[in-house]
């Protein structure tokens, strides 16, 4: 494979060609209520070329690796007819490298059986669904993926890289009269049975918060200081912000780039947004990028004041800036584009009985329900919530939904926790062209965070 590999690359004339070999194996396992719903195992095996020639993208993705070099020259070919004005494609140096999944000492989810798993996974739901008369249904996932990939380009790059992806999650469904409530607790790993387990000190809550959500009261809309727990908070920065600090998004539309001026404050000094795929342990945590870019962490915002953006190659060079690693894709049948890996708010100094003083009637909102995000505006729901009374979280309420503009709500951010906390169970999509991008294994994070004025919307 690596002699055609360097050979297509030799002989295939273009600006830059960059090719991608993949082999993946996925096992996934869903149960409905005590019901295996689905299992399966399947294998998927491709790559795809890229070539750049006059400023114009070539891609072909294909199943018969022993077609590469015809393939090759088919993505040439399409790069000439859409050719564009010539950019300067941001230069990295060479790697060649070998990458394995590191363990730790810890289990490798894949030594244990497929048997196994189903029987875990079935008693876990068994669990939920007679832990409560409230309880009407439960639901769990799990999907794991191997994969060996070879990325290599023009610039001398070959790696080679075998990584490990696990996912899931199990939700618990309560209903009392005609109000039905969820709560759910994802996972996420890329090396350990161990943390796959960790989903099992969560039962409890999410059983909990299922039932007594059942018996919260409806929010009253209206304007509120607001605590965000981190996984909302991680939710918000992600979806609010971070894909607004996507490189080809801003490349491409000038009225982002008036609104993303590095230096425009977003909020106060305390204010420390990060992204990169360099942050240890996480999902969203990687070596080198899909065009065999090196992972950064790149630092947003800093101390209120944007600073930087998530490029790949491409965009790093339309915009003069630094490439940071952030070309991703899904898989070989779709373009790396600029996405994130690891999205966190930094660290503050200020702790959550902190943020409670001093607040005569607010909102404490916990975890993530449903969200949306259009330019620079939001609207998310919170899983569950509870009454801010004189600085004491008491009672819990139900559909709370937040609204606003994240430039004025990154503003009003006025404290910033110490208890920075990332998701071990993230997944990000992004439409290319009219198909969706998905899922992508991220993670993203926040400590908890008090935001002043928050537009809640509800009965």
């Known amino acids: 494979m690596k002699t055609l590999i360097e050979e297509t690359i030799r002989t295939v004339p273009a600006d830059y060609l960059e090719i991608r070999i993949e082999r993946t194996k996925q096992l996934s396992i869903n149960f409905e209520g005590k019901n295996l719903k689905s299992s399966q195992q399947v294998e998927d095996y491709g790559g795809y070329v890229r070539a750049l020639v006059d400023g114009g993208w070539g891609f072909k993705s294909f199943n018969n690796v022993e077609t590469l070099k015809e393939n090759a020259q088919i993505a040439v070919k399409n790069a ?20 394995h999944p590191d363990l730790n000492g810890k289990t490798d ?49 070959y790696l080679t890289i075998e990584d490990l992806d696990v996912s899931g999650g199990i ?79 801003v490349a491409a539309n ?114 993530s329900g449903s969200g949306n995000t259009s330019m620079d505006m939001f609207t998310f729901s919170a899983e569950k919530s509870f009454i801010i009374r004189n600085g004491k979280i008491e009672e819990m309420l139900r559909d709370v939904v937040l609204t606003g503009n994240i430039f004025e709500t990154l503003l009003s951010i006025d404290m910033i926790g110490s208890d920075l906390v990332l998701s071990r169970g993230g997944a990000c999509g992004r439409s290319y062209g009219q198909r969706l991008q998905y899922p992508l294994p991220v993670s993203m994070g926040s400590p908890h965070i008090r935001i002043q004025k928050v537009l809640i919307g509800g009965r």
């Open 80 to 99: 000439k007819i859409l050719g564009k004005p010539k950019f300067r494609m941001c230069p990295v140096a060479k790697y060649i490298e070998k990458i």
């Open 254 to 367: 000038p009225t982002l780039q008036e609104q993303m001026k590095f230096g425009r404050p977003f909020g106060e000094k305390h204010l420390n947004v990060c992204d990169g795929g360099a942050y240890p342990g996480c999902r969203g945590s990687y070596p080198f990028d899909d065009e065999g870019t090196p992972s950064t962490l790149t630092h947003i915002i800093k101390e209120g004041k944007l600073q930087g953006r998530l490029h790949s190659r491409e965009t790093a060079g339309k915009m003069r800036e630094a490439p940071t690693g952030n070309a991703r894709t899904v898989s070989y049948r779709f373009p790396p584009i600029c996405r994130m890996s690891n999205t966190f708010i930094d660290r503050g100094e200020s702790t959550l009985e902190d943020m409670l003083k001093g607040i005569d009637y607010g909102i404490y909102a916990c975890g």
């Open 171 to 249: 939700s618990a469904v309560a209903r009392k009269g005609d109000v039905i409530q969820s709560a759910y607790q994802s996972f996420g790993t890329k090396n350990a049975w161990e943390d796959v387990r960790r989903i099992e000190k969560h039962i409890d809550r999410i059983v909990k918060d299922s039932v007594d959500l059942t018996d919260a009261m409806a929010v009253k809309g209206g304007r509120y200081t607001v605590i965000l727990d981190p996984k909302l908070a991680g939710v918000f920065i992600h979806e609010a912000f971070g894909h607004l600090s996507e490189g080809d998004a």
């Open 109 to 157: 989810p894949r030594s244990i059986s497929f048997t196994d798993k189903v029987n875990y996974f079935r008693e876990l739901v068994k669990t939920v669904t007679e832990s409560h008369e409230r309880i009407i249904n439960a639901r769990s996932s799990y999907v794991e993926r191997e994969r060996n990939l070879i990325i290599a380009n023009s610039g001398g790059t």
